[in-house]
């Protein structure tokens, strides 16, 4: 019943910005935290940035600074703002229950990997 949809992805020069949205079908936002992840090719896909419930945050250090992530659970929607991107950032970016919030959801989040959104960061 959980499906999610991201978002907002594109290409992008250097030290530009890009605002990524992933939508929720299911009841899986309002009581558990969310995450985005990225792969890049030939590379292991990262949690690059969390968000409780409560709304506390996390973030990897190679984006600390540059990227937020926010919530707004009446829309169902959670939100990554990438600001100052690097060629670095360039990958396929997804939204998934983290594997630390041990619930329902976090028990199944293998069956919720969505197709993803690509950002290409070059100039």
């Known amino acids: 019943q959980v499906q999610l949809v991201e978002s907002g992805g594109g290409l992008v020069q250097p030290g530009g910005s890009l605002r990524l949205s992933c939508a929720a079908s299911?009841?899986?936002?309002?009581?558990?935290?969310m995450g985005w992840y990225r792969q890049a090719p030939g590379k292991q896909r990262e949690l690059v940035a969390s968000i409780t419930s409560g709304g506390s945050t996390n973030y990897a250090d190679s984006v600390k600074g540059r990227f937020t992530i926010s919530r707004d659970n009446a829309k169902n929607t959670v939100y990554l703002q990438m600001d100052s991107l690097k060629p670095e950032d360039t990958a396929v970016y997804y939204c998934n229950v983290p594997s630390y919030s041990g619930s329902y959801y976090a028990n199944r989040r293998k069956d919720y990997w969505g197709q993803g959104t690509q950002v290409t960061v070059s100039s």
């Open positions: 299911g009841s899986i936002f309002s009581r558990n935290a």
